[in-house]
């Protein structure tokens, strides 16, 4: 009688199978957070809508502006951005490259293959900070100065008040 080899090699595993993607929110999450810093960089523009809806309501959504196109090992990046007056385009578009390709292949293993920068608007930084209140942050304004008033005219008339019953207490005495 023979016997057969039945034995299994441990030491050889096969690799599971799949494979590992990422959704275009993701990337843009990691392009987001990685500009933020940027020297010269003001803001990533989102667009007409985005803009009005900013307006609107305070928003701090990291990827509003930021297009991406991801494959399986590559990314492509489009940003309309705001720059700060005074500095150079061409440096800020060096800093977001490499910040950006860094950023993306610590994060995802995955390779940065185009930038796409367009500089949509130059602005000194009080022209930003402007610009960026929002109907919102009028609207709070507003109530704190009411709301202040209030309280001023409340306590104008306690003190009238106060002083009505002191002068005729003294009256009666």
């Known amino acids: 009688m023979v016997r057969e080899n039945t034995s299994v090699n441990t030491t050889e595993q096969t690799a599971p199978k799949g494979e590992l993607t990422f959704n275009d929110k993701v990337i843009q999450k990691v392009v987001g957070y990685a500009i933020e810093n940027v020297s010269g960089l003001l803001g990533v523009d989102g667009g007409f809508i985005a803009n009005i809806k900013n307006k609107i309501v305070n928003s701090d959504n990291p990827v509003e502006g930021i297009e991406v196109e991801v494959g399986k090992e590559q990314v492509a990046v489009d940003l309309n951005i705001i720059m700060e007056f005074g500095h150079n385009a061409h440096d800020i578009y060096k800093a977001l490259t490499t910040v950006i390709a860094k950023k993306i292949d610590e994060t995802t293993s995955l390779k940065l293959v ?34 202040d008033k209030t309280s001023d005219g409340v306590n104008t008339v306690k003190n009238t008040v106060s002083q009505a019953t002191s002068d005729s207490d003294e009256r009666v005495k």
């Open 114 to 147: 185009e930038l796409n920068v367009e500089v949509i608007d130059i602005q000194t930084q009080r022209e930003f900070n402007d610009a960026q209140v929002t109907l919102q942050d009028r609207m709070s304004d507003a109530g704190d100065t009411i709301k």
